[in-house]
C-alpha cells in the first residue's frame, strides 16, 4: 500500500481544515467559515474526548507525508449496548486518490481501532443524494438503521 494511517496531531490542523471545507463544498455546496472550522479542528485535537482524527499519508515518493485522507470519530453513549458508539464523520480522500482504497483502509482501521477499544458498533451518516458515497459504504457493510437524522437549528 503507498500510504499508511496515522493519528492526527495538531500539526495537521491546516489541511484537516482545508479538507472539511472542501468536503462541505463538494457535498453540500456550502461554504464554511474558516476561523470556525479551524477552531473546531484545533478543538478535537486538542481533546479526544470530543474525538480523534485518522489520516491517510503517503509513504514514499516526493510527496512523502502527504495527508491524502481524512476521517473522524466522535462519540455517542448507548445505554442499550452499555458501550460507546462511534460516529465517523469528516470522510475526505482527496480527489486523485479517490477510487484508489484509501477511505476503505481508514475505516479498516477505525473498526480495528473500534474493536480493540470494544465498541460495540460504528455509524455514519450520509447525504442522501450522495450515491457514489452510499454505494461505497454499502460496498463496506455499513446498512440503514431505519432512523432518520432530524435537527433544529439554534
Known amino acids: 500500500m503507498p500510504f499508511h494511517i496515522t493519528p ?3 500539526d495537521d490542523a491546516p489541511i ?9 463544498s ?3 455546496s456550502k461554504t464554511l467559515e474558516r476561523a470556525t472550522v479551524e477552531k473546531g479542528v484545533r478543538a478535537v485535537l486538542g481533546d ?4 480523534r482524527y485518522f489520516l491517510a499519508r503517503l509513504s514514499d515518493g516526493d510527496e512523502a507525508g502527504a495527508v491524502i485522507g481524512q476521517l473522524m470519530v466522535t462519540f455517542e453513549w448507548s445505554d442499550w449496548r452499555n458501550g460507546m458508539m462511534w460516529w465517523v464523520q469528516s470522510v475526505y480522500v482527496r480527489q486523485d486518490w ?3 482504497g484509501v477511505f476503505r483502509a481508514l475505516f479498516q482501521h477505525v473498526v480495528d481501532v473500534a474493536k480493540s477499544e470494544g465498541v460495540p458498533v460504528v455509524r455514519l451518516y450520509v447525504e442522501e443524494h450522495n ?11 455499513l446498512e440503514p438503521t431505519g432512523y432518520l437524522v432530524l435537527e433544529r437549528p439554534l
Not at 479526544?48 to 474525538?51: F, H, I, Y
Not at 450515491?131 to 463496506?140: H, I, K, N, S
Open 8 to 10: 492526527a496531531t495538531p
Open 16 to 24: 484537516v481544515v482545508d479538507y472539511n471545507i472542501a468536503l462541505a
Open 26 to 28: 463538494e457535498t453540500e
Open 48 to 51: 479526544s474526548a470530543k474525538g
Open 98 to 100: 479517490r477510487r484508489r
Open 131 to 141: 450515491g457514489p458515497a452510499r454505494e461505497t459504504y454499502a460496498a463496506l457493510g
